[in-house]
């Protein structure tokens, strides 16, 4: 650990009764949140409310403002909440005739290392309250309740959806949890440890998971070692058996002397896309600050998409983690181009 990440123990006889969680080796993601609450009241003063004819006002326009005001200042009331940068705040009302209620839907999104339920919980809960305090003086005998958390985007957990159910329009926006659906993928794990079977090999079976999770047909799974000639003949063997979208070979990124897979994929690949090693560097900046020793790389061989990753099951998953978002478009683009 840098000494710039060390923790400062202060010299007290105990630890403090709170503390702010450090997320400073958090990734920054889109970050999404939706939550829903619900205000009832008597016909009359619903009937008011509907109409815009409530002695403060039209309550609605107010609440939504009131509930914008309240996501922003969510961590000057709750005090282990991190001061996140909010890139948009809605609020919409939905008015249900039959229950003579109000559900107030709350939306916050950021581009952050930690999450903004609380944001759009802190957002649904000051508009409720505005309308509250705007209808009180017609119908004091009002209903605060089924305040929830109904969806939750971003991050290492992937995408929260509320186990009691969502409304289907929301469902309908919710990304597609298997991005890589109808698409092939292989697997190749080089390491001379592991194919010699001096040890097992762990970067494979989270590959294997990952790629089937995300819907995708896994063709081959295969370990070889760190031989310039046998990956070189590996790879371009599984891209003409099996023509897969996606190839993902694990290991050989480094700096060290068999560390060899950038350059054969750069020998072997019809054209080379530098970019998303790139991408992969720079986000992986996040997680270890020798990031920049990574060969990470990726080419096009044939009308296979083949990656570079590194060797361990922990830098696979963060890798993942950062091209998953996009990689099924850029699948879908790259098929579009012809190859």
Known sequence: MAKQDQIIKFPTAKDPHFKMIDVGRKRPTRRRAVAVGTITMGAEAFEHLKNGTLPKGDVLVLAEAAGITGAKKTPEMIPMCHTLPLDQVTIHCALNDTENSVSVYCQAVAFAKTGVEMEALAGVNIALLTIWDLTKGVDPNLEIGAVSLLVKTGGKSGVYTNPNGIPDWLEAQLPDAQSLKGKKSAVLVMSDRAASGEY????????????????????????????????????????????????????????????????VLEKISDRMLGGLGDVLRTESLHFTDTAWLSRMTSGMVGSTLVIAFPGSPKAVKECWDILEPFLGDALDKIAKQGF
Do not use: M
């Open 200 to 263: 097992e090999d762990k970067s494979g079976p989270v590959l294997k998971e990952i790629l089937e999770s995300a819907g995708s047909d896994l063709v081959e799974q295969k370990i070889i070692p760190d031989d310039v000639e046998t990956i070189e003949q590996s790879i371009r063997s599984v891209c003409k058996t099996h023509s897969p979208d996606l190839l993902i070979a694990s290991g050989g990124t480094g700096p060290g002397p068999r560390d060899v897979t950038p350059d």
